[in-house]
């Protein structure tokens, strides 16, 4: 049988401290490579990283950009067709995949305060001088929020700070309700979906959400087009629909939406808000927020209008109404695929979103020009000899504005396919000036930081790696944190919740997943506003394109790595390391939920509240709780255990069959021992799902089922934990506890294959 020589890459992939936070002192090695094949992989690199140029970055992006480019548009469509035809020009094989989805658009908004006085919001972004394309008003979607139900509602206002379920539970304190009211809620904090959903559940009759410019407007700097700043006309469309159930067609589930698929009926979808939702600028909000009176809000909630903050209810009563088409809209999504030569049943998946809200030059057009020349690159190479080990699919998603549309319908249209092909998902969005920033998966920690390494930062002139470390270094939240950097071998990545079209890959199917951008230069206000145009983003975002530039290069390299690997380069000690501190935090949060419960029901026995409380501002004492029950988290440290040994023997089967120095793997191992790591992210999932959420089957990351965009991690255990369901919490520690145990089955499987093959 033929012999494959491995010498040091099962080291370099797995051993622990196999790199060190120096990157002059690294070996040459890549993670998965032989020797030889690691100097021809470099190589091709090189040429590939020489070719990204900000020159068509810069001409893509105004083609993209050039008009209003929603779902159903003509203009979306136009643009699919057009990256269609640019990606077949340059040689690779693509083709559009089509899916009808629900997309409402509105057919009436009106917003009225009605009491004490009389104010008509005006609902609309005006044009704005020197910025051609925010004229372009019989093409722009109206300012709203997709997947509001219709409504026609009159009420007092009460003002919620950022609608989040912590302040619900101060204005109980305060002895304020929102039963029958229309509550007013500023952006931030949450994921806007999170704020008509929370009111809805005390009670909530309309929601408005509003931009203060504390967040993102003259608070933080000149507003548009002085400046990157929200004007006071801007407004953040954006969708609601309630995505921690699940994402995509609210209609057809967990299927693909394609024209034969058995849909809901309209009554029956679960993720339509429950209340009428309507977005407004700032200059709408504060005549609403000016006629309130009641509490003065507390300090934390006060924006950056020139008014006084308060609470509410009274005596400003506003009538708020909403309806829509409730129309099937077609998507189009772009597919390319560069075969595999040894491999082609092993995927590298690579994706960025091409739709917008508006005109989208930083969402998404940023991150859709740096892929486009990803391919583009690729191409070229292909022309000149190389063939990836692995097949690579390139896709530029529609819909992902409204729901993760395009990706997830895809993703569950070829499910199956997936499930058995697919190695790894790199997700890009938006992308500006500045710092690296990943996250993913951690079984690909170790990997994303080595090619991080090897790109140039076009600013700073050393690698996008070390400069993050410096930042990491320089603005730590701890002096621990100031330490870590220095002494860890690899920079943490953080954990996906929602938010883009990752989603489906990793929550749903169980693909080990990235998402990639840079960022923390460049800020601004405009975003899914009629003011996120080329105007904008070659003023204020990236101007020259240099980091669509190292975007192109930092995705371009991983996808390649990945793609003609012998062996995936999946990491074991990284990924143990922050399961450890997953079951760290949860275990401490118990605990301290616990003492906060027993000391405030000591607090409200002993009468403190009441004896500390101020006469002219009286707060209620909040209500007495039986106290938690100790958990037993012996099964999720049993399950910890069992994958930190099983990612001990892994590291112990590379680095003996290193030893040899010229062990080797026949090809049938190595195909055997790809297949099982690949396995190894799926072990992480069940079928079916989180509490009350089936869709989400990854039991270590997940979108919290408040928080919206923001991930929980193992968030089966952590929410109900932190929403005190005792008994759900004993259950979902047993179930992490056994999903562990299976990782680390599947993992010592895959030792088990490196050891029979050298």
């Known amino acids: 049988m033929q012999k494959l020589a491995i010498c040091s890459f099962c080291l370099a992939l797995l051993a622990p401290g196999a790199r060190t936070a120096d990157p002059a002192s690294e070996a040459a090695a890549l993670a998965g490579y032989t020797a030889a ?86 609902l609309e972004e005006p044009t704005v001088a020197g910025d051609a394309t925010s004229s372009q008003h019989d093409e722009q979607l109206p300012t709203y929020n997709a997947y509001s139900i219709d409504g026609d509602v009159t009420g007092p206002l009460v003002y919620v700070n950022f609608g989040v379920p912590e302040d619900y539970e101060q204005l109980e304190r305060l002895g304020v309700s929102v039963k029958g009211a ?32 504390h967040e993102d407007g003259y608070f933080r700097g000149l507003d548009f087009p002085a400046g990157p700043f929200r004007p006071k006309d801007g407004v953040q469309r954006g969708s609601v629909m309630d995505m921690p159930i699940y994402p995509g067609d609210p209609l057809t589930p967990g299927i693909g939406a394609t024209p034969g698929a058995k849909r809901l009926a309209l009554s029956e979808v679960q993720t339509l808000t429950k209340i009428p939702v309507l977005p407004i600028s700032y200059a709408d909000a504060q005549p609403l927020l000016a006629a309130m009176s009641g509490r003065v809000a507390p300090e934390p ?50 994706g960025n979103h091409h739709d917008a809200w508006v005109n989208g030059a930083q969402d998404p057009v940023s991150g859709a020009v740096a892929l486009l020349e990803e391919a583009r ?11 990836p080990k692995r097949t690579i699919v390139l896709c530029f998603w529609d819909g992902e504005e409204e729901g993760l549309l395009g990706s997830t319908e895809w993703a ?124 904008w983003y070659s003023k204020f975002g990236d101007p020259d394109l240099i980091y669509g530039k190292a975007l192109a290069q930092t995705a371009g390299t991983a996808v390649m790595r990945l793609a ?65 029950p ?31 120095g010229g062990a080797a793997l026949a090809n049938r191992s190595l195909r055997e021992a790809n297949a099982k790591l690949i396995a190894v992210e799926r072990a992480l999932t069940l079928k079916d799902g989180l509490p009350n959420r089936p869709w989400y089957q990854h039991q270590i990351y997940a979108p919290g089922f408040y928080t919206g965009y923001g991930v929980k991690t193992l968030p089966g255990v952590r929410e109900s934990i932190e929403q005190k369901q005792w008994k759900l919490a004993e259950e979902q520690i047993g179930r992490v506890g056994k999903v562990l145990e299976n990782a680390g089955e599947a993992i010592q499987s895959a030792a088990a294959e490196l050891a029979r093959g050298n």
């Open 37 to 122: 094949s690691a100097k021809a992989e470099q190589d091709w690199e090189a040429k590939f990283r020489a070719l990204p140029d900000p020159a068509n970055l810069r001409s893509y992006m105004e083609r993209l950009a050039a008009r209003p480019h929603h779902v159903g548009s003509a203009y979306d469509k136009d643009n699919a067709e057009w990256i269609l035809a640019r990606v077949k020009e340059w040689g690779l094989d693509a083709k559009i995949e089509n899916y009808d989805v629900l997309f409402p658009t509105p057919k009436e908004r009106a917003l009225e305060l009605v009491a004490p006085t009389r104010f008509a919001a005006k």
């Open 630 to 660: 100790f958990l037993n988290f012996a099964p999720l440290e049993n399950g910890f255990a069992a994958l930190q040994r099983a990612g001990e023997q892994y590291s112990q089967a590379a680095a003996r069959a290193a030893a040899g």
């Open 182 to 213: 229309i509550v007013i809620a500023r952006y931030g904090s949450s994921w806007r979906g999170i704020k008509p959903k929370v009111a809805a559940e005390h009670g909530a009759i309309g929601c408005l959400i509003y931009s203060d410019p």
């Open 412 to 535: 569950e249209d070829h499910a199956r396919e997936l499930q058995e092909k697919a190695a790894v998902y790199i997700n890009s969005d938006g992308n500006d000036r500045g710092f690296l920033n990943a996250s993913g998966s951690h079984t690909l920690e170790k990997f994303i930081n080595g090619v991080a390494r090897d790109i140039e930062d076009p600013e700073a002139k050393v690698s996008i790696w070390k400069r993050l470390q410096f930042r990491r270094i320089a603005r730590p939240d701890s002096a621990a944190d100031r330490q870590e950097p220095r002494t860890r071998a690899d920079l943490r990545i953080g954990a996906l919740g929602s938010g883009s079209d990752y989603s489906a890959f990793i929550d749903h199917l169980g693909v080990a997943s990235l998402n990639l951008g840079f960022g923390g230069e460049s800020e601004g206000g405009i975003y899914h506003s009629i003011y996120d145009d080329f105007a």
């Open 564 to 628: 003609d690997a012998e062996l995936l380069p999946y990491d074991f000690g990284d990924f143990t390391d922050t399961i450890r501190r997953y079951v760290n935090e949860v275990e401490k949060l118990a605990q301290d939920m616990r003492e906060q419960i027993i000391e405030q029901s000591r607090r409200i026995d002993e009468g403190l509240f009441a004896a500390i409380d101020n006469p002219s501002d009286r707060l209620l004492p909040p209500p007495k709780e039986t106290a938690p």
């Open 301 to 350: 909630w006060r924006g950056s209008l020139p008014i006084t903050y308060r609470v509410g209810p009274g005596p400003a009563r506003v009538h708020l109404k909403v309806s829509f088409n409730w129309d099937t809209k077609p998507l189009y999504d772009v597919i390319a695929r560069i075969p595999g030569s040894t491999s082609p049943d092993e995927w590298i998946i690579r």
């Open 377 to 387: 690159g690729l191409a070229d190479l292909m022309r000149q000899g190389w063939r």
